[in-house]
């Protein structure tokens, strides 16, 4: 169950990961062209949906691991923290609080550095959490995966079913 569980907390990282990559990237390339609103408004829902069950999945398994572990990643998870509030904030006021998110400001570049912000500090604290698993012995909890594991399939294919249409709508458009 162990097995499964990391298989499990890493292909959420991994797909976190490739998609906060993306917008990251997204959230500077729309700066050198303000004709066309590039950034994947949509997206960020899908995406930091896969964090919040990693995260989730992680804090209920190790939960027993946690009290030796947070000292070392308490301030890069604020940090990080901090970074989710200023890039909720500019995204709310750059694509619902002005009538062209194309027309770019100030705001616009504390946008895509938010995503550094964010970025930076999550990096450190997940090489650190990693370093700390495999350097300490682990107390796991792997109980209730019995019933995650099917949780998480139904999720992601009620997921899935907007995610398919919104995908083919917009092929179609193309």
């Not at 499964?4 to 990961?17: N, Q, S």
């Not at 960020?44 to 990643?73: D, N, Q, S």
């Not at 500090?121 to 350097?135: D, E, K, N």
Request: glycine share 4%; hydrophobic share 55%; net charge positive.
């Amino acid at each position: 169950m162990i097995i499964l569980l990391y298989i499990l907390l890493t292909t959420l990282l991994t797909l976190y990961a490739l998609g906060y990559l993306y917008e990251t990237i997204m959230s500077f390339v729309r700066l050198k062209n303000p004709k066309h609103e590039l950034y994947p408004n949509a997206s960020w829902e899908v995406i930091h949906t896969t964090l919040v069950l990693a995260f989730a999945t992680f804090m209920i398994t190790h939960g027993p691991m946690l009290p030796k572990l947070a000292p070392l990643i308490l301030v890069p998870f604020m940090v990080a923290l901090l970074g989710f509030f200023l890039r909720a904030t500019c995204q709310l006021l750059i694509f619902f609080g002005r009538r062209d998110s194309r027309r770019h400001t100030w705001l616009d570049w504390c946008f895509a550095f938010s995503h550094l912000v964010i970025l930076i500090p999550f990096l450190y604290a997940v090489i650190t959490t990693a370093i700390y698993l495999f350097t300490h012995p682990l107390d796991v909890l792997t109980d209730m995966l019995s019933w995650f594991v099917p949780g998480l399939i139904i999720g992601v294919v009620i997921n899935a079913v907007p995610i398919i249409y919104i995908l083919r709508s917009a092929h179609r458009k193309n």
